[in-house]
């Protein structure tokens, strides 16, 4: 089966820094790429949805300038966290989606804001 | 937007049998999907419902009935191992997925 990859697995940062999280899918074009966020014990939600080449669409509640997406190529999405806060602290999730078939989804990424 | 209500939690015995419900009111659907959850990992696809009928794979099998705003994902001849989360998913007509909150499974001997 498809193939996406997350790195990194588990990162520590300090409040104020940013951080960068990027998606891989290892063997196909990703046509649309998915960010989501879980908490602990919560179901995952949908941050926003990447197409190659274009911007980011948000869901309501997402702040764009906070969490920026960069999807540079058909194989490769960057999440960065901007200026982060303990309450960023979670389990980042990307899922990629190659033309109608159903979404793959990388291995998470563990975030904690000290 | 799209509403997905599943149980919280549920236990059974190993070997026996769990049936997994799931409800949903959406404003758009392009299939449902099932997932399985294992603490602290991502998601792993277990099924796919589009059209109304049950679909079988192995010892998982799933259901759905688009009129009724219904699936179920049905475990049979448990095993220890299938202790996880399991996530009803709608997808809609842009292709993204709506989560239900998930439905803790806990197998035991």
């Known amino acids: 089966g498809a193939v996406v990859s997350q790195h990194p697995s588990r990162v520590i940062c300090k409040s104020g820094t940013s951080v960068k999280i990027e998606c891989r899918s290892l063997?196909?074009?990703?046509?649309?790429m998915f960010w989501y966020r879980q908490f602990p014990k919560q179901s995952l939600m949908l941050m926003a949805t990447?197409?190659?080449?274009?911007?980011?669409?948000?869901e309501q509640g997402v702040e764009k300038d906070k969490f920026l997406i960069n999807h540079a190529s058909l194989t490769l999405s960057t999440l960065t966290v901007t200026s982060a806060h303990p309450e960023d602290s979670s389990f980042y999730i990307c899922?990629?989606?190659?033309?109608?078939?159903?979404?793959?989804f990388g291995p998470g990424t563990r975030l904690t804001v000290t | 937007g799209q509403n997905i209500d599943q149980p919280t939690e549920m236990t059974a015995t190993e070997g026996a049998i769990v049936q997994i419900n799931c409800t949903y009111q959406t404003s758009g659907f392009n299939g449902l999907f099932w997932y399985q959850q294992h603490a602290g990992e991502a998601p792993t696809f277990l099924s796919y419902n589009v059209l109304d009928g049950l679909e079988e794979k192995g010892r998982f099998s799933s259901f759905l009935s688009r009129s009724k705003g219904y699936s179920y994902l049905l475990l049979k001849e448990l095993q220890m191992k299938d202790s996880a989360s399991y996530l009803c998913?709608?997808?809609?007509?842009?292709?993204?997925?709506?989560f239900g909150a998930g439905t803790t499974v806990t197998v035991r001997a």
């Open positions: 063997d196909f074009q990703a046509t649309t």
């Open positions: 998913a709608v997808r809609d007509g842009d292709y993204k997925l709506s």
């Open positions: 990447s197409n190659e080449g274009s911007k980011a669409t948000y």
């Open positions: 899922s990629a989606r190659e033309q109608e078939y159903e979404q793959y």
